[in-house]
């Protein structure tokens, strides 16, 4: 099995299927399982900070949203600085790799990214400094759908049903949660850790006058993101604290329903 730089991109590939990681963000790009179709969406165009990059699975933090101090960009600023890879695995069952992030003194990430039968994150939040900071946080992944009209969230407690343009953080914490696509007769199933709020998102046909979306793209994806938030449900990250958010994702197929 292989792993390689390509600009800066890294790709994890093994027998389960391949990942694809921009050292830019450690946003997930790509996430292909074997015998399977791309799980994620991107648009198409490229991006350049501080523009919201729609797709994949960008790192929300320090703050989630518009939960930061007036006038700071959306979603915090690890999803546009630029990652270290400190280690890089593969193998036949398993391939690996942790990014870090970290102002010197203040504060450090850690990103695990693991691909084997799912594809799991895990983000470790440490404070090396002498005070208290406020976190919101969360990941932001893109699902590739057939339209968002035929999905529907089996969340713990239960059912919600998608429609284009829903919006909101819901109190659901962890736990198991299914993206059925009635479609397409596929299944996305998340198991999430850390998060306090679960955001469904579809942005509708008003998302046409998004940055990077084309015409008619909002109908191909669906947000479904683990978070801490808003911000007076956040945390303070006391000195010396460590705090983790996860998530993993796999995908099976049943009949269709249309």
Request: proline fraction near 7%.
């Amino acid at each position: 099995m292989i792993s390689f730089f390509l600009a800066s991109i890294v790709v994890l590939t093994n027998c389960h299927g391949r990942a694809e990681i921009e050292t830019r963000g450690a946003n997930i790009l790509s996430y292909v399982p074997h015998g399977e179709r791309e799980v994620l969406f991107k648009c198409a165009e490229d991006y350049a900070p501080p523009r919201w990059f729609h797709g994949g699975i960008p790192i929300c933090w320090p703050w989630f949203g518009r939960n930061g101090d007036p006038g700071t960009p959306l979603h915090g600023f690890a999803w546009a600085r630029d990652w270290k890879v400190e280690s890089l695995e593969n193998g036949g069952s398993a391939s690996r790799i942790r990014m870090l992030l970290e102002e010197s003194g203040k504060w450090k990430l850690e990103y695990d990214v693991c691909l084997d039968e799912s594809l799991s994150v895990l983000l470790t939040m440490r404070n090396l400094g002498d005070e208290r900071f406020v976190v919101t946080t969360g990941f932001h992944p893109y699902f590739s759908v057939s339209n968002p009209g035929n999905v529907s969230v089996l969340t713990p407690s239960k059912e919600i049903l998608c429609q284009p343009g829903m919006d909101g953080g819901r109190p659901f914490g962890e736990g198991t949660y299914r993206i059925v696509d009635r479609e397409s007769g596929r299944t996305i199933e998340l198991r999430t850790s850390g998060n306090s709020k679960m955001v469904i998102w579809s942005v509708g046909p008003d998302g046409d006058t998004l940055s990077g979306l084309a015409p008619d793209d909002w109908r191909k994806y669906i947000c479904v993101e683990p978070a801490v938030m808003p911000r007076r449900d956040g945390y303070y990250l006391n000195p010396g604290e460590v705090r983790t958010i996860g998530m993993s994702m796999s995908v099976c197929r049943q009949e269709n329903r249309k």
